[in-house]
């Protein structure tokens, strides 16, 4: 995978030489944290089903379920997406700690930064884990229960980050402000992610359709559309406007297009046919995860383009 990468990154060959010791420890770290990180997507995807399936209280203790780690004879739907839910957030707490023991382990061979920032990553584990809880014994507060997702997407993106620093890569110096205009629309679409989850965990929708309650939520996130998708827009059509930009940017750039009208698309049809919709709500969600992570690595690697990070060190 690490060779066609940087095949297509047009990377010289002596950086991947797996006869080298520090080439290959590195190799190993960049699979194993943006394997997390697809996991921790696949988790929260997984929240928003247990959240859509009302299952967010089907295990009513914490951190088991009904007093056992496999419910057998309570188990259903709403209780198995709950406690599945808890058990792959348990793996992931598990081989982060075994990631932070190999980086410190393997320190000689990753740059000095790595085994620190990692370790601040576990911390974030660490803070999700026990919001989790709180989500359970606080019975789904709304603040608690977006304030666990906002944390789960700082992890994702701190993951992809340190993968993507850690990744070899030959830069062009031809960003410009691709950077800058890049940390805006992630700013923009954490922000709206925000106010998604706040609308998701007050069922905002229903009550403002329903009972005319809480519309202020619900007009906050469809007026946040906007800029998130224009700052998004903009820096996408940037990106793919630049000249002899590296042909990766180039392919996340047009990746981050299309999960854009992709999220639109999906947000339309899931407010048009007002939730009912289970798998629409869940891929709307995931999707909106997944175009935070485009932008994540395409500023990342475009900040690494314009300081010249060919590898980092």
Avoid at 194 to 204: E, V
Wanted: aromatic share 8%; proline share 4%.
């Amino acid at each position: 995978m690490v060779d066609f990468i940087a095949q297509k990154a047009h990377i010289p060959a002596i950086i991947v030489d797996h006869s080298d010791d520090t080439v290959r420890v590195r190799q190993w770290m960049i699979y194993l944290v943006l394997t997390l990180a697809t996991a921790t997507l696949f988790l929260m995807a997984l929240g928003s089903a247990t959240r859509v399936m009302e299952a967010g209280l089907a295990c009513p203790d914490w951190p088991l379920c009904f007093g056992q780690f496999v419910p057998e004879k309570q188990m259903n739907l709403q209780v198995f997406l709950e406690w599945f839910h808890r058990l792959i957030a348990t793996g992931i707490g598990l081989a982060m700690i075994a990631a932070v023991s190999l980086s410190w382990w393997q320190r000689h061979h990753l740059p000095s930064w790595f085994p620190r920032s990692i370790s601040l990553a576990l911390l974030l584990v660490i803070l999700q884990g026990i919001l989790g809880g709180l989500t359970v014994t606080q019975m789904l507060r709304f603040d608690i229960v977006t304030a666990h997702l906002g944390t789960g997407l700082l992890f994702f993106s701190t993951l992809l980050t340190l993968g993507l620093l850690l990744l070899p890569y030959r830069a062009t110096g031809t960003v410009q402000q691709l950077p800058w205009l890049g940390v805006a629309a992630v700013g923009l679409v954490y922000g709206q992610s925000l106010l998604g989850g706040l609308l998701a965990s007050r069922w905002a929708v229903h009550q403002c359709l329903n009972a005319s309650q809480l519309c202020a939520i619900l007009n906050s996130h469809l007026i946040g559309v906007v800029p998130a998708s224009l700052g998004t827009l903009v820096t996408v059509v940037v990106a793919m406007r630049t000249p002899a930009l590296n042909p990766v940017l180039r392919k996340i750039a047009h990746g981050a297009g299309f999960l854009l009208l992709l999220q639109i698309g999906l947000g339309v049809a899931t407010f048009r046919l007002h939730l009912q919709i289970a798998p629409l709500t869940v891929a709307h969600q995931a999707i909106g995860a997944a175009l935070l992570g485009a932008l994540v690595g395409l500023t990342v690697l475009s900040f690494r383009d314009r300081h010249q990070f060919t590898p980092l060190s």
